[in-house]
């Protein structure tokens, strides 16, 4: 397995523009988990899926964001509008079970300006 | 308040030398603490996991303690190398629902 898939790897983009963030877990990972790194505030939980469902968004910040999961393999995490302060680097991570190991992708970092 | 803090922020250790990380937690109730490694610019790769009645992990030269008790933890490595550069996470996870308190990670900086 190819592991944890995201892209694009990097995004620029300016105030204002969406911006669609996607993710490929590993095949057979019931639960899958979005994450924002920052410098100021470390890894932050956004929301997680069991089997395609949303269970927890508690840690997504603003309306401006929203994630889906339309099938087993995809799931996206969009920002409409964006912000310099969503300026980030976003993680998707797959687990087989809650308490099993998280298998990270390799991230996307995002820009706004 | 549920919080992970981890010292010291940031160390720089000569190849071949040993170093401890630290890891205070408030999370309660316990449910499971985990060691992660992130090399620049890639997603934390799991070292250890430990539950509440485990002391002791070892994973080749990283060696976690865990005192539920005084609610710390440590990450030992030894005879470090080069590739040990990156940042270490100490992340614990509560029961009841899933929670997950990360802390701000140590970096290490490993010289020749």
């Known amino acids: 397995d190819a592991g944890v898939i995201q892209s694009p790897r990097h995004e620029v983009t300016e105030m204002g523009q969406e911006v669609t963030l996607r993710c490929k877990p590993i095949?057979?990972?019931?639960?899958l988990f979005w994450y924002r790194q920052t410098m100021m505030r470390g890894l932050e939980l956004l929301i997680y899926?069991?089997?395609?469902?949303?269970?927890?968004d508690s840690g997504m910040p603003e309306d401006r964001f929203s994630a889906k999961m339309p099938n087993a393999s995809f799931s996206t995490l969009k920002i409409q509008p964006s912000e310099p302060r969503d300026s980030a680097v976003y993680f998707c991570?797959?687990?087989?079970?809650?308490?099993?190991?998280?298998?990270f992708g390799q991230g996307t970092r995002l820009t706004v300006v | 308040k549920n919080q992970v803090e981890q010292s010291p922020q940031s160390l720089i250790i000569l190849e071949g030398k040993n170093c401890t990380l630290q890891?205070?937690?408030?999370?309660?109730?316990?449910?499971?603490l985990r060691w992660y490694k992130q090399d620049t610019g890639r997603g934390p790769v799991s070292l250890t996991i430990m539950t509440f009645s485990e002391n002791t992990k070892s994973n080749g030269r990283y060696t976690a303690t865990l005192d539920a008790d005084t609610k710390q933890s440590s990450l030992h490595i030894t005879a470090s190398q080069l590739s040990d550069s990156a940042s270490y996470i100490c992340?614990?996870?509560?029961?009841?629902?899933?929670?997950?308190?990360f802390g701000a990670g140590t970096r290490l900086f490993v010289k020749a």
């Open positions: 991570a797959s687990r087989v079970q809650l308490d099993t190991e998280a298998f």
């Open positions: 095949s057979g990972h019931d639960y």
């Open positions: 899926f069991n089997n395609n469902v949303p269970i927890d």
């Open positions: 890891c205070n937690y408030t999370v309660s109730p316990f449910s499971n």
């Open positions: 992340v614990v996870f509560g029961t009841g629902g899933f929670k997950t308190i």
